[in-house]
């Protein structure tokens, strides 16, 4: 069964710099593509970005390119989500996720549990 | 502002069936397939049913999903309260090569 972990919930400041993390068991980082989901506070989902496991290769929300890094460590099964300069508009939870099967547009099957960011002055 | 259009809210009575409905675009719902996703308060959120009708392993039969056009339906029969969620639909953009969500439709179960 895939498991998704992320790291616990952060509170920062405006300008201040982040890394989130999500560490999937089993097979679940080893084909399907690797997500990371926005949902602000009582709002709907938004694809931030997604990273492609055999290869590294990330493609980004054009309206997060520029804003976040998203990158992959397979020796050790961990995705990142990462900001240099927060904004207060990041306040959010944030999931990773893997597609359920292969394939370029395979559904978003397995979620993490979310990571809590709050980003205030 | 969501790409695909759910209404916000809907209700229904214990064993009743009721509809969600979710409207796209040619570029989405038009040319590819349609998933859904139950997210009970305080929870990530679950894969309910995908491409179109299918159901992962464990969701009941109760739940079934259809397409026509650019719209797609998520349809719970014999309604239960632990059916009390948020429900998402998915599908592909081919103009953003990327998923796009519905806003999410908020299911009170009266």
């Known amino acids: 069964e895939v498991q998704l972990v992320q790291s616990g919930a952060e509170v920062k400041k405006p300008g201040e710099s982040l890394t989130i993390s999500c560490q999937g068991s089993g097979n679940s980082f080893d084909n399907y593509w690797i997500y990371w989901v926005r949902q602000m506070p009582g709002t709907g989902l938004q694809w931030v970005g997604r990273v492609n496991p055999e290869d590294s290769y990330v493609t980004y929300n054009p309206s997060f390119q520029g804003h976040v890094t998203i990158s992959l460590v397979k020796s050790t099964n961990t995705a990142y989500l990462q900001w240099s300069t927060l904004r207060a508009s990041d306040t959010a939870i944030y999931y990773c996720?893997?597609?359920?099967?292969?394939?370029?547009?395979?559904?978003?099957?397995?979620w993490g549990q979310g990571t809590l960011v709050t980003v205030s002055s | 502002q969501s790409v695909l259009t759910q209404p916000p809210s809907a209700s229904g009575t214990p064993g009743q069936r009721v509809t969600l409905s979710c409207s796209g675009s040619?570029?989405?719902?038009?040319?590819?397939?349609v998933h859904w996703y139950q997210q009970l308060p305080g929870t990530a959120p679950k894969l309910l049913i995908y491409?179109?009708?299918q159901r992962p392993s464990g969701v009941p039969d109760r739940f079934s999903g259809s397409k026509s056009g650019t719209s797609a339906s998520l349809a719970i029969s014999g309604l239960q309260s632990e059916d009390e969620a948020s429900y998402y639909c998915a599908s592909w953009d081919g103009s953003l090569n990327g998923p796009v969500f519905g806003g999410g439709t908020k299911l009170t179960v009266l």
């Open positions: 491409s179109i009708n």
């Open positions: 040619s570029s989405n719902i038009g040319s590819n397939s």
């Open positions: 996720a893997t597609a359920l099967y292969g394939g370029n547009k395979a559904p978003i099957g397995f």
